[in-house]
């Protein structure tokens, strides 16, 4: 079994900063790559930021220069530095990883439950 369990969310005023941390544990052989993702109230889920075991991230464009992607390998945690915050950033923030559970196995993408971030204006 695998689960990954999100932090951090909670309520900020426009310009101000928020730390995610995003943690896998169970039975986890290797993780690939993690990502967050977000969904704000009645729009499709989209891809924010993503980083490789080897530390590759490739951001959206809409937070390019005020979101950092970072993971600790050791930890099986990935994080997320949000600064300069803008209302239309809120969302719930989902994070993902492709995770390997046995040697030889595919990798297999779990999701963590979300957490919700609310930046007032």
């Known amino acids: 079994q695998v689960q990954l369990v999100e932090s951090g969310g909670g309520l900020v005023q426009a310009g101000g900063s928020l730390r995610l941390s995003c943690a896998a544990s169970?039975?986890?052989?290797?993780?690939?790559?993690m990502r967050w993702y977000r969904q704000a109230a009645g729009k499709g889920r989209e891809l924010v930021a993503s980083?490789?075991?080897?530390?590759?991230?490739n951001y959206a464009d809409s937070v390019k220069g005020r979101f950092t992607i970072s993971i600790d390998n050791a930890k099986n945690t990935v994080y997320l530095q949000m600064n300069s915050l803008k209302p239309e950033d809120t969302a719930v923030y989902y994070c993902?990883?492709?995770?390997?559970?046995?040697?030889?196995?595919?990798?297999?993408?779990?999701w963590g439950q979300g957490t919700q971030v609310t930046v007032s204006s």
């Open positions: 169970g039975s986890i052989f290797s993780i690939n790559a």
């Open positions: 980083i490789s075991s080897g530390g590759s991230t």
């Open positions: 993902n990883a492709d995770i390997v559970r046995s040697r030889g196995l595919v990798p297999y993408i779990y």
